[in-house]
């Protein structure tokens, strides 16, 4: 199974959730096939978003996506984001 682990911080997280929320259907319709968030214990603007996908190529261009970056900029997302590309190979239990 293919996923986008994604590390970023926001301006503000109640500015940018509701824009992040909005924009699941969008990541629906290209392959998404559900979303874990998590945020920084000491730090609640900078958020660690894992997304799983159907497709690995499609993983890749909804990351580079004109729209993605609009609506980032529009959340405010205040650096470069890291995102990497993983594909599982193992989960257990403990």
Same mark, same amino acid.
């Given at each position: 199974?293919?996923?986008?682990?994604?590390?970023?911080?926001?301006?503000?997280?109640?500015?940018?959730?509701?824009?992040?929320?909005?924009?699941?259907?969008?990541?629906?319709?290209?392959?998404?096939?559900?979303?874990?968030?998590?945020?920084?214990?000491?730090?609640?603007?900078?958020?660690?978003?894992?997304?799983?996908?159907?497709?690995?190529?499609?993983?890749?261009?909804? #990351?580079?996506? /004109? @729209? +993605?970056?609009?609506?980032? =900029?529009?959340?405010?997302? #205040?650096?470069? /984001? @890291? +995102?990497?590309?993983?594909? =599982?190979?193992?989960?257990?239990?403990?």
């Amino acid at each position: 199974m293919p996923y986008i682990l994604v590390r970023h911080k926001v301006e503000d997280y109640n500015k940018w959730h509701p824009m992040y929320t909005e924009h699941e259907s969008t990541r629906k319709a290209v392959g998404s096939k559900g979303t874990r968030l998590f945020r920084n214990a000491s730090d609640p603007n900078e958020l660690i978003i894992l997304l799983e996908w159907d497709d690995l190529q499609k993983a890749q261009q909804f #990351a580079c996506s /004109p @729209d +993605l970056r609009e609506v980032m =900029e529009r959340a405010g997302v #205040a650096d470069q /984001p @890291d +995102l990497y590309f993983l594909e =599982e190979i193992e989960q257990t239990s403990a």
